[in-house]
Each structure stands twice: as structure tokens, then as C-alpha cells.
């Protein structure tokens, strides 16, 4: 049983790929390379080159694998479908143009549920035509995926979206086919919803495709929410802190998914301010050698 770990753009705080204060991509390539890991996530469409040769040839000459790439699209929004559509059919094109295996679908940030990121019992819930047309939006695009891409389809429940809390991932996904839609869980995002990721994994090892490791300190996280700090500001504040030093029990992780067979890609995610206080590369080198020290 093998076990890779990866590493994504997100951590060098690129979660948009306009964002004028983003690192240039070439430079994300060579210090995720310099920090120990041997895979990268694409990041956002459009942060990294779509022309296959020219990220192809980058990846090669840095010895890189590409690992997935995300969707991090408003499926909450009926009236931005196109988008999220032409978002997820160039991610799938780039995905597939360079042998990469796994698609993300996470509901991006909604005004309505930014202030109870959280709070799950303060959160505002759909109603039940919103939900039919959310899940429906979902299903298309893992279908879309699975069966025209080849690709390994998962959803990622994330803060301040209206795939966050417990209860709603469970419901997306019993209403969805596992066959199409699998589940990529993010260690630190669970956290920060008041789930617990070890139990949540073992109650659905058999869907779990994919794993993301962050990790949450329970100071700013305990702050955040009794302020109700917008996400990206609480980004910015280190509610996602290096690995091993806050909420996450990596160690229990790790058991989990050796005694269980896990095999393939465990990626860091460090969501950041690109314009923080802290150098990517020292954090990204820095987890990687937490995870080298209790086995991975």
C-alpha cells in the first residue's frame, strides 16, 4: 500500500486565478518541488498554463505529477451555471491532458453563509426546490466527469458554502449515485464545521477517493466564529494552521487509512492570504517534514 503526498497552489494562497497578488505559477511549481513533494493540484482554471505542452513540459522538468484539480464554483447560484459549467469542462480537459485522476466539486463561498461559517446551528438552509436544483447542478457536473472524462469525481465539503456541515454532506451525499460521486474529505474544513474527519472517514471509507490534510487552530477558529470573521479573513488570521499543530490527529488519520487499504494521492491544502505574513515554501517544507516524522 502506497501512499503520496501532494501538495496544491491554494497553499501558496492562489484560490483565484485573477488574483493580482498571486505567486506566478512557475514559482509555485519550483517551490512545491524545493519543499519534498512530487504531485501538485492544477489550482483554480486558469492560474496554470491550459496549453498542454507548455504545463506538461513544466511539470516534467521539475519532476512533478499533476494529482486533480478543483471546481471551486457557486453551484449554489442558479444564474452562474454557465460558469461553473465552463469551469468544470477546462478542468476536465487539463485533468485529462496530462493523465491526472482526480475532479473536485466544492461549492464556493455564498454571502448567506459566510456569517455562519461555524455555526451550524445558526446556518440558513435551502429549500427544498433550491436543494433539488443544487444536487441536480452536482450531479450533472460528476457525471460529466465520471462518464464522458474517465475522471474520479468527489465532493469536498467546505466553510461558508451550503455543502459545509455535517447533516448537508450526508444528505448530498445519500441523494447522489456514489458510482458518479465520491468524497474528497478536507481534514481541516471538517474541523472548522464541527464534524469530526477520522469518524466521518470511517463511517464512509468505502466512498472516500481522495483526502486533503489541513489543519485548524482552535484559538483563531474559536475566534472567528464568535466574531463571525469572514472565511478569507480568517485565512488570513492562520485559522489554518501547519500541520500537527492544531486540531487534526494526523497520527489517527494515518491508521485509518493504512488499515484500510488507502492507496494513491494525500494532498496539503494551507489556504492563505497570498499576501500574508508567512513564506509558503518554509510552511510547505515544514509540513512536509511533520508528515515524514509519523510515517507518510
Same mark, same amino acid.
Given at each position: 500500500?502506497?501512499?503520496?503526498?501532494?501538495?496544491? %497552489?491554494? *497553499?501558496?494562497?492562489?484560490?483565484?486565478?485573477?488574483?493580482? &497578488? =498571486? %505567486?506566478?505559477?512557475?514559482?509555485?511549481?519550483?517551490?512545491?518541488?524545493?519543499?519534498?513533494?512530487?504531485?501538485? #493540484?492544477?489550482?483554480?482554471?486558469?492560474?496554470?498554463?491550459?496549453? +498542454?505542452?507548455?504545463?506538461?513540459?513544466?511539470?516534467?522538468?521539475?519532476?512533478?505529477?499533476?494529482?486533480?484539480?478543483?471546481?471551486?464554483?457557486?453551484?449554489?447560484?442558479?444564474?452562474?451555471?454557465?460558469?461553473?459549467?465552463?469551469?468544470?469542462?477546462?478542468?476536465?480537459?487539463?485533468?485529462?491532458?496530462?493523465?491526472?485522476?482526480?475532479?473536485?466539486?466544492?461549492?464556493?463561498?455564498?454571502?448567506?453563509?459566510?456569517?455562519?461559517?461555524?455555526?451550524? =446551528?445558526?446556518?440558513?438552509?435551502?429549500?427544498?426546490?433550491?436543494?433539488?436544483?443544487?444536487?441536480?447542478?452536482?450531479?450533472?457536473?460528476?457525471?460529466?466527469? *465520471? #462518464?464522458?472524462?474517465?475522471?474520479?469525481? *468527489?465532493? @469536498?465539503?467546505?466553510?461558508?458554502?451550503?455543502?459545509?456541515?455535517?447533516?448537508?454532506?450526508?444528505?448530498?451525499?445519500?441523494?447522489?449515485?456514489?458510482?458518479?460521486?465520491?468524497?474528497?474529505?478536507?481534514?481541516? @474544513?471538517?474541523?472548522?464545521?464541527?464534524?469530526?474527519?477520522?469518524?466521518?472517514?470511517? &463511517? @464512509?471509507?468505502?466512498?472516500?477517493?481522495?483526502? @486533503?490534510?489541513?489543519?485548524?487552530? %482552535?484559538?483563531?477558529?474559536?475566534?472567528?466564529?464568535?466574531?463571525?470573521?469572514?472565511?478569507?479573513?480568517?485565512?488570513?488570521?492562520?485559522?489554518?494552521?501547519?500541520?500537527?499543530?492544531?486540531?487534526?490527529?494526523?497520527?489517527?488519520?494515518?491508521?485509518?487509512?493504512? *488499515?484500510?487499504?488507502? #492507496?494513491?494521492?494525500?494532498?496539503?491544502?494551507?489556504?492563505?492570504? %497570498?499576501?500574508?505574513?508567512?513564506? +509558503?515554501?518554509?510552511?510547505?517544507?515544514? =509540513? &512536509?517534514?511533520?508528515?515524514?516524522?509519523?510515517?507518510?
Amino acid at each position: 500500500m502506497t501512499i503520496t503526498i501532494g501538495n496544491a %497552489p491554494c *497553499s501558496w494562497g492562489v484560490e483565484f486565478a485573477n488574483d493580482p &497578488r =498571486n %505567486p506566478t505559477w512557475q514559482r509555485v511549481l519550483d517551490e512545491c518541488k524545493a519543499a519534498g513533494y512530487t504531485g501538485i #493540484e492544477l489550482g483554480p482554471i486558469g492560474f496554470m498554463p491550459e496549453d +498542454p505542452l507548455e504545463l506538461g513540459d513544466a511539470l516534467s522538468a521539475r519532476g512533478l505529477t499533476l494529482i486533480g484539480g478543483v471546481v471551486f464554483r457557486p453551484f449554489h447560484d442558479a444564474e452562474k451555471w454557465d460558469d461553473v459549467v465552463d469551469a468544470a469542462k477546462r478542468t476536465c480537459r487539463a485533468l485529462v491532458s496530462h493523465k491526472a485522476k482526480h475532479l473536485v466539486l466544492i461549492d464556493s463561498i455564498s454571502p448567506r453563509r459566510a456569517p455562519t461559517a461555524g455555526r451550524p =446551528n445558526e446556518a440558513e438552509q435551502m429549500d427544498a426546490a433550491e436543494w433539488k436544483g443544487f444536487c441536480d447542478r452536482f450531479r450533472t457536473i460528476a457525471r460529466m466527469g *465520471s #462518464e464522458e472524462y474517465g475522471l474520479t469525481v *468527489s465532493i @469536498h465539503p467546505h466553510a461558508a458554502g451550503f455543502i459545509d456541515f455535517e447533516a448537508e454532506t450526508e444528505r448530498l451525499l445519500a441523494e447522489i449515485d456514489p458510482s458518479i460521486l465520491k468524497l474528497c474529505l478536507d481534514t481541516g @474544513h471538517t474541523h472548522y464545521a464541527g464534524f469530526d474527519p477520522v469518524a466521518f472517514m470511517k &463511517r @464512509h471509507r468505502a466512498r472516500l477517493a481522495y483526502v @486533503h490534510f489541513k489543519d485548524i487552530d %482552535p484559538r483563531v477558529k474559536a475566534d472567528a466564529v464568535a466574531k463571525r470573521t469572514g472565511f478569507y479573513d480568517a485565512c488570513a488570521q492562520g485559522i489554518f494552521c501547519n500541520l500537527g499543530k492544531g486540531m487534526t490527529d494526523f497520527k489517527a488519520v494515518r491508521e485509518l487509512l493504512l *488499515s484500510t487499504g488507502y #492507496e494513491g494521492w494525500c494532498t496539503v491544502e494551507q489556504d492563505c492570504d %497570498p499576501a500574508g505574513p508567512t513564506s +509558503p515554501v518554509d510552511d510547505a517544507r515544514e =509540513n &512536509r517534514a511533520y508528515l515524514k516524522s509519523i510515517g507518510f
